[in-house]
């Protein structure tokens, strides 16, 4: 393998091997140095030449990694002696000494790693080198006599250049980095006369490097994260964890942690809280990061909340089908219920204020604590008036919740009445005087007589009045068979006797069958009876003629 294969080899595997830390660099690096070149001509008739000088770099960093350099070197050599056999050159051969100095103008990217406690470097560079040595020789072995060379002109003094390679720099503070080596393989291509190919020189360099425009250092940093970050007491635990960042990664960090929680158990980056005693509410817990090897933005903490809830009572409703029922018939009592916090249920109890409750079949919803329960509600010897059906259910975790039916059991229809006598047919007027066909006479009044004789020994009863008629009389007295039934009423209340039966108990109808009779027919109605007599209507006594006795139209 060339030189220059293996020494890029070997920078890029340092590099690769290092791991980068520091996020800071600086703007600028100004390095001053000590180089020696081990220049190596081309040409049979010369040895190499060590040079020894100096000189300085200035780089503008990009960013943490990559920076541009521009690099400037100056060499002085001692007097070297040239014997050089004859050719079409040289055509009586020559010989001589010279001395001569060496620069070199580079410019290009160089990487550099950050590492701690040592900052390793590759590059690779391109310019040009400028040199006398040439020239020199020429004067001293072309220019004395006409015919020493086969040329005249002066070799050109500069040549294309390129070097590659790179080192280390060891920081001694923020601000100063010692550089003990760096290595680099430095191609020069002068071309003339003298050397007509590449020179594959080695170069050595040795200096401080200063860093210039600085930034603040950065601190180290630390993010916390807490799950879940709402929490059921009984839901736990949580956990914590911490991710630090801007640390230097080959130390061992500390940790710790505490919270307004209580206690922590767990250690390094993650961390547990048990919440099974907790009260609800809000809690926070913090990690504290440190680097012990670091004395300086050694720490970072940072904090992370959580929530512990408030448990949910089961939430139940209840309803009752139907609502009002009379004793002895059932009621279906529908139950729904959901846990907010879906918790299981642990029981179902069921009461009623009055008659016989049943739990039926209970079907489970989708989500934990969710059911729907229907009972059977019995309300054989339950008494008349609102009844209330309880349910009550509590979860898991000792949560209840309660809902209340109510429905109304109504008493039953009463016993029907005993059977009254409606009315009693006590006598009857018969009107038999053609000339007044309404008249009461002496015997009709004897009748009423003894009508309101029982009138007056049962206060509470009523008489109803019918009067009768014939088919013929109609034609001859109009609404005979009301005026026969209202003369009877009119004695009763105030004839010759001065009965004084009250009106009001007297009812007065008359027949609507004809070809029944001249009649007037009594009928006592006891208190609470009722008249059942068919085919009667109620007389309007306001619209009976003035005339009542009856008498026939001429």
Known sequence: MKPGRAMCLGVVVLLLGVTAWAQEFPRFELA????????????????????????????????????????????????????IPQNASFPGGASGTASG???TYLFGPQIKVRAH??????????????????SNIFKQICQPAVGNCAFSKTPAEDAFAMAFGGGADIPIGKRVELRPAEIDYLL??????????????????????FNLGIPPSIPPKAACTAGPSEVLPWAGPVTASVQPTDFNPKHSLNYSWNSNAGSISGQGRSASIDTTNLAPGDYAITANVTDPKQKKLNSASCSASFTVKQPQAPVVGCSATPSSVRPGEPITISVNGKSPDLSPIKNRNFSASAGSLKEGNTTVGTDPGQFTTLATLDTTNAPPGPLSVNVGVTDVHGFSGSCVATVSVVAPPPPPAPEVVSETLMSQCDFKNAKKLARVDNECKAVLDEVALRLQHEPNSKLVVVGYG?????????????????????YLTGGEAKQQIDPARIEVRESNARDSGQAAKFYLVPEGGTFTVKDTTVVDESSLPADRTGRPKR
């Open 470 to 490: 014939q088919e013929d009389e109609d034609a001859r007295v109009k609404s005979v068979e009301a005026l026969r039934a209202a003369n009877t009423k009119s």
């Open 101 to 103: 100095d060496l620069f």
């Open 188 to 209: 020069t291509r002068f071309t003339n006369q003298f050397s007509n190919t590449n020179q594959n020189n080695f170069r050595y360099s040795a200096g401080l490097v």
């Open 117 to 134: 406690g040592i900052h390793p470097f590759g590059q690779l560079l391109f310019g040009a080198a400028h040199a006398n040595v040439y």
């Open 32 to 83: 001053g140095d000590y180089s020696f070149v081990r220049f190596a001509p081309s040409s049979s008739y010369t040895q190499g030449h060590s040079l020894n000088g100096g000189g300085g770099a200035f780089k503008v960093n990009i960013n943490q990694y990559v920076g541009i350099l521009m690099d400037l070197q100056g060499y002085g050599s001692t007097t070297n002696t040239f014997n």
